[in-house]
């Protein structure tokens, strides 16, 4: 039984769910999607908080250019670029087999400082959150002070009486311990079966100390949650649960509307633009949309995506189970070479507050996501792992269901033609060489096969 019906039952009511458990790509537009206005109604988070958020990451700008000197070319903003893909999408073009209209864009989270993954953003902001509340209250600190003065030793004495706990697949732990330990806190990361060994070794060398479990994510945030409920000195960082995290991705919006205009993309009605953020519990994902539809309000379409063995976000929302659910519990194993994605259980915070804000939902194989690894090497030189690519078939996606999703969105014909579609690239840029040339290789070996 699953939530208290047959699997039958459930089949019989969602037919998309047969597609899901025998793992085929899958595609799904949300019927309820709701205009800017309506949607934002089911969250409790406002613009001012995305600005509160935005403000707090350029008081500790100073701070970034003490800290990490790779950080003094943008002023100690953590921010990604952007460039066009016009190679790939003429290869994409070929291996759809479909006119693919519009310009394809990519962002490059995958580039992000200090962690190299889109988590950079909600995990770092959330760290640095902690920290400046900690900071304060203590007297260390003032906010109109120059927070460069938290690299110093007295700063990581103090932070060094706090812990701080995460559990993570891999990058949102990344980000947090490296951020963490910089700072000075005593950090834990609880870390999946799916997590990378190069991820763990390199958190141990920063003097972050991992736990690894041999089950899957969602046993690795309660093992980190039951350690911090039990230590009032302990903060703990809750992927599934946080506006913290997801107010720090949010901050992301602005940024790309102003790089966008700098490049001379226009984004309205006339000219929309289509997002495709690769999903695993939909904190990273989640926040980053809910700051593109403040920023560019009904003209942004955001389609979420995920591999075929952990559709945890478009099972959760399709079926209105939310957290309710586990892909397990449909019989799907939830073992992916996407690692950053292998989430069986979505956050329910997330698929609530989301649900009538995200376009739609698709699903991508390991083989694919491999292909497509080795396809944006070698066609835009950008190396990216698995996990990062999920965004790629967006474009395609959309164009194989096009009437349909025209009439959903009520979008005119000629605006789609114009569309501009943004990859949301995740992670990468801190694979280790042999690492990637493994994923090239299988990448290689799929599209010899197909």
């Keep these: 039984m699953i939530a208290g019906q047959t699997l039958a039952t459930w089949t019989q009511r969602y037919p998309l769910l047969e597609a899901l458990i025998a793992l085929r790509e899958t595609t799904w537009f949300t019927p309820t999607r709701a205009p800017?206005?309506?949607?934002?109604?089911?969250?409790?988070?406002?613009?001012?908080?995305?600005?509160?958020?935005?403000?707090?990451?350029?008081r500790f700008a100073a701070y970034f250019?003490?800290?990490?000197?790779?950080?003094?070319?943008?002023?100690?903003?953590l921010e990604s670029?952007?460039?066009?893909?016009?190679?790939?999408?003429?290869?994409?073009?070929?291996r759809y087999g479909q006119a693919l209209p519009g310009a394809l864009w990519i962002k490059q989270d995958s580039r992000l400082p200090i962690s190299g993954s889109v988590k950079a953003r909600g995990g770092i902001y959330e760290v640095l959150k902690h920290a400046e509340r900690l900071a304060l209250d203590a007297g260390l600190l003032r906010q109109d002070q120059d927070y460069s003065a938290l690299d110093s030793p007295a700063a990581r004495a103090f932070f060094g009486q706090y812990r701080i706990a995460v559990g993570s697949t891999g990058n949102l732990g990344l980000s947090i311990g490296l951020m963490g330990a910089r700072l000075g806190f005593q950090v834990t990361v609880h870390m999946s079966a799916d997590a990378r060994q190069w991820k763990k070794d390199k958190l141990r060398a920063h003097g972050v100390s991992v736990m690894e479990y041999a089950s899957d994510y969602s046993l690795a945030v309660a093992q980190g949650r039951q350690q911090a409920s039990a230590d009032p000195a302990c903060h703990f960082v809750d992927d599934e649960n946080s506006t913290d995290l997801f107010l720090?991705?949010?901050?992301?919006?602005e940024r790309l509307s102003q790089q966008l205009a700098e490049a001379g993309v226009r984004v309205d009605t006339e000219h929309p633009l289509f997002v495709y953020l690769p999903c695993g519990v939909g904190g990273g994902p989640g926040g980053v949309a809910f700051g593109l539809k403040l920023a560019f309000g009904d003209?942004?379409?955001?389609?979420?995506?995920?591999?075929?063995?952990?559709?945890?976000?478009l099972l959760g929302v399709h079926t209105g189970l939310h957290d309710a659910v586990s892909v397990q519990d449909f019989g799907i194993d939830n073992l992916t070479a996407a690692d950053g994605l292998a989430v069986g259980r979505a956050s329910g915070f997330v698929g609530r507050a989301m649900?009538?804000?995200?376009?739609?939902?698709?699903?991508?194989?390991?083989?694919?996501?491999?292909?497509?690894?080795?396809?944006?090497?070698?066609?835009?030189r950008l190396h990216l792992e698995p996990s990062a690519v999920a965004g790629v078939p967006g474009i395609a996606r959309v164009r194989a269901h096009r009437e349909q999703y025209l009439q959903r969105s009520g979008m005119d014909a000629q605006a789609y033609e114009r569309a501009t579609h943004l990859v949301w690239a995740t992670g990468g840029s801190m694979v280790p060489q042999a690492e990637m040339q493994a994923y090239l290789d299988q990448g290689a070996r799929v599209l010899q096969g197909s």
């Excluded at 206005?37 to 509160?52: F, H, K, P, S």
């Excluded at 670029?81 to 070929?94: E, K, N, S």
């Excluded at 720090?248 to 919006?253: E, H, M, R, S």
């Design 36 to 58: 800017l206005a309506e949607g934002l109604g089911d969250l409790a988070l406002t613009a001012a908080d995305v600005a509160d958020a935005s403000a707090r990451l350029e």
């Design 65 to 77: 250019r003490s800290a990490f000197p790779e950080t003094q070319a943008t002023g100690g903003i």
């Design 81 to 94: 670029p952007i460039q066009p893909l016009p190679a790939l999408q003429a290869v994409l073009a070929r």
């Design 248 to 253: 720090g991705y949010a901050v992301a919006a």
């Design 299 to 313: 003209a942004v379409h955001c389609i979420f995506a995920e591999p075929t063995h952990s559709p945890c976000m």
């Design 355 to 380: 649900q009538r804000l995200v376009e739609g939902y698709y699903t991508v194989s390991d083989d694919e996501l491999h292909a497509l690894v080795w396809l944006m090497a070698q066609h835009q």
